[in-house]
């Protein structure tokens, strides 16, 4: 692939997210990332007893975890793309899309902020922050979301 056909993919992925962005109901890749992490975390602590070198050895695993996961899903869609050649351009420019996800960031972020105005809802507003972010939520005050 040329640098200029590479630059093209990229326009036309920043073109799809500013025109539709992500469906709300989707997740955000960064926000399934989190889930996973929550996840991993809640297995691994219990492990580490507060040992240092054994809470050392859980978050590496938990790093080489996540990157594993994502070096997979980078050779899946690979994988894909040489497999189906016609639906490799839509779903690379889908994939890059969602990983920019700049409208859809926008809005959900504005979501909160409107949330947090001069009458403060900090439920909705916690409600509205745990659609960006992939850590528990529940018990943020305003100042921290």
Known sequence: MSPLTGWGLVLAASALDWLVGDPLAWPHPVQVMGWGISRLRHGLEPWGRQQPRRLQLAGAALA???VLLAMGAGMALEWGARRWPLLAT???ILAMAS???GRSLGQR???VLERL??????PAARQA??????RDVAHLGRRDI
């Open 64 to 66: 080489a975890t996540m």
């Open 90 to 92: 839509p779903w690379l």
């Open 99 to 101: 990983c920019l996800a």
């Open 109 to 111: 972020v504005t979501a």
């Open 117 to 122: 105005g001069p009458s403060p809802d900090l």
């Open 129 to 134: 922050l745990a659609r960006i972010v992939g």
